[in-house]
């Protein structure tokens, strides 16, 4: 009931807030002179104004109240003052909250000012614009700015709702001319002060619309963050699937105003109730405002739903998917899906062509939605791949170095035979089977595949091939340990493009996430340093990297003037009393736990350009050092016994240094689980 009461609650005040917003809009729209303000619908209006203004407020103190209801669990909270101020002040929620209602009372304060003197077109611009902050408040609630608050987070979402508020507020202004029209029975509709103002709205609307798409796409897309799946998939999905299906019939009906109706009303001499233009108008604009209010309450219903990056696709209900990457190079795939992308923009025209020729309505619907099905029918399925109950569910493992190092062990005692020690299907036994396996180092196999698909394989085994399923042998968690060990494969031979010099402002290379001890006890992991500082991470052996470990020692004080962080892993198992020793002797950081894991993790990026190492089980080099960046990518590498001199020269490592502190690029940090 709490959850009803809220969402009525977020409607009301939102929907105030637009009708403000956008009436104020359209009367700037339609005052060209003195005239106007002696229109009865004008008076009407501006008589809303007070109440939707003071509807603002309340709401969003109903608002509060059911949160503080939901969170303490106890009504009886309601009363005591001490849970209000620490809800307002010490939550993001409360702060936001604040801000809204602030904003909200500023409006009332404006309008309520403005009240009884005679408005001009500047007033109502002064309104409107008032009415804008509670709106922009709002969105930073919203889910796109959950991640941060930031101009570039919050500006998409405080575009999309500002624009539906002048679309969807004055609509109510729209009739109430509308049937101030049918009142007045003076001269020919076309001439009237009021159809040009019909005219004007129009011609914004058109736009106004478009944009509204345009940043509904941009909000969406951060949303989703690439699980485009979840649309048809998840409960925030099939909310938004509603919502574009009603704005698709919202376009169309204002498509129709816009081309059959306004003109019909142009054109026609009645001037009473019978003037069909009139009529239809004020029977579809009506329509268009009753589904933009059902559309409002879906958006402030979504706007608390889970959004599909945190809400969990355990059951995938198709058998089929959609995979550019999967397909695209497949013969004749590129070619279907440009034919059916042709046909789809001649949809597109049909719609622009049956308004110029003035098609009927049903014909102006069946010929594009024809065009449309055809388009779709020829371009969807080559994209299609086979797809499973598990294809969408996120791993429960970490893509750390603990969850790799394990998969690796599995890998060995199952996988090899078959797959080979490098995962490129050349195994012992492979000859002997029907099917011919899967590179899963060279080839982009990780990459045209969801964690899910492999998690599938190998519990169930695959149909129609040689290949088992271990859900009887192995965990849940090791299975998930071995889809990691594949990404870990496939992501080691990409970092083969790495070299001891940074690529300005471009990040690829996403590393295992590790934990770690250091000599005098103190414990960490890599993602400490994401937003502040560069690590070196130094793989080395003893005693074959004696010589560089000294040498970072004499050039320590430099590096750390740098802001970045030495990490020293050993490669090899060493005594505990060694190991102590040497680490005693380091001004930077030794690992003496977790060291074992992060080397062989780190191993599997070894590979270069010129040397492949892609024969038999590979070599690990003695020492390896990768450069991270401080938003988690790794940059560079240097392997001594590969690359030569490279950062034997410290210059040259102080210069790569350098420019990473140089840079301003902002990326999302690397996912901690696989996708």
Known sequence: MVEVIAAIARWFQ?????????????????????????????????????????????GLVVMLMTSLVQITGNVSNLWQQDVWLGFISDTRVGQIWSWRTLSALMLLFVIILLRKSPKTRWQYIL????????????????????????????????????????????????LLLIYENNKNAKAKPGNAPEYKTLMRFSAIALPVMLLIILTGITVADRIFDGFYAALVATPYGWLLS???????????????????????????????NTNPGK??????????????????????????????????????????????????????????????????????????????????????????????????????PPLAIQAYPETYRRPSVP??????????????????????????????????????????????????????????????????????????????????DLVNYVHALSRGYQARILTPEIIPNK???????????????????????????????????????????????QAYD????????????????????????????????????????????YALSRRTLTHPDIIGKGKNPDHMEFLIDQNGYMRARWIPSIDQAGWSDIDKLYQQITLLNRENMKVPYPEDFVR
Not at 26 to 37: E, P, S, Y
Not at 352 to 368: S, Y
Not at 443 to 467: K, L, Q, R
């Open 558 to 601: 430099r590096l750390s003037e740098q802001n970045i962080t030495v990490l020293a892993v050993p490669a090899n198992e060493l005594a505990a009393t060694e190991l102590t020793q040497i680490a005693a002797e380091l001004p930077f950081s030794a690992v003496t736990q977790g060291a074992s894991e992060i080397a062989a993790s």
């Open 242 to 272: 509603i919502k574009i299906f009603i704005l698709s019939i919202i376009l169309l009906i204002a498509a129709r105003v816009r081309a059959h109706w306004l003109p019909l009303l142009e054109s026609d001499s009645q001037s009473d």
């Open 399 to 480: 893509f750390d170095v603990i969850s790799i190092t394990n998969g690796a062990a599995l890998f060995n005692q199952h996988c090899v035979e078959c797959h080979g020690h490098q995962g490129m299907g050349n195994g012992i036994k492979s000859r002997t089977l029907s099917t011919k396996l899967p590179d899963l180092l060279i080839e982009p196999h990780t990459t045209e595949h969801t964690p899910g698909d492999f998690y599938n394989w190998i519990s169930y085994g695959m149909v129609n091939t040689d290949m088992p399923g271990y859900a009887e042998k192995i965990s849940e968690e090791d299975r998930w």
């Open 14 to 58: 939102l929907a105030a807030n637009m009708i403000l917003l956008g009436s104020c809009i359209f009367l700037a729209i339609a005052n060209t002179g003195k005239r106007v303000h002696l229109g009865a619908w004008i008076v009407r209006l501006e008589r809303l104004f007070p109440w939707l203004a003071i509807s603002i407020p309340i």
């Open 507 to 553: 990040a690829y290379v996403k590393p295992p996430l590790f934990s770690y001890t250091e000599n005098n006890s103190n414990s960490g992991s890599l993602q400490d340093f994401r937003g502040h500082k560069a690590v070196l991470l130094v793989i080395f052996s003893w005693p074959q990297s004696q010589d560089r470990i000294e040498q970072l020692k």
């Open 279 to 380: 009529t239809g108008m004020r029977k579809w604009v009506r329509i268009e405002f009753i589904l933009a209010l059902l559309l409002l309450f879906l958006a402030t219903v979504i706007a608390n739903t889970t959004p599909v990056k945190h809400a969990l696709i355990e059951n995938w209900p198709f058998p089929f998917r959609f995979s550019i990457l999967a397909t695209w190079d497949k013969p004749n795939v590129a070619i279907q899906v440009w034919i059916g992308v042709f046909i789809l923009i001649l949809a597109a025209g049909a719609i622009q062509f049956g308004q110029l020729r003035n098609w009927g309505f049903k014909r102006l619907i069946g010929v594009p939605g024809l065009l449309l099905a055809s388009g779709l029918a020829i371009a969807l």
């Open 127 to 174: 309104i409107a614009f008032a009415a804008t902050l509670p709106l922009i408040a709002g969105s930073l609630a919203s889910h796109a700015a959950a991640e941060g608050l930031s101009v570039l987070a919050v500006l998409p979402y405080a575009l999309h709702i500002i624009l539906a508020g002048v679309w969807f507020g004055a609509l109510p202004a729209f």
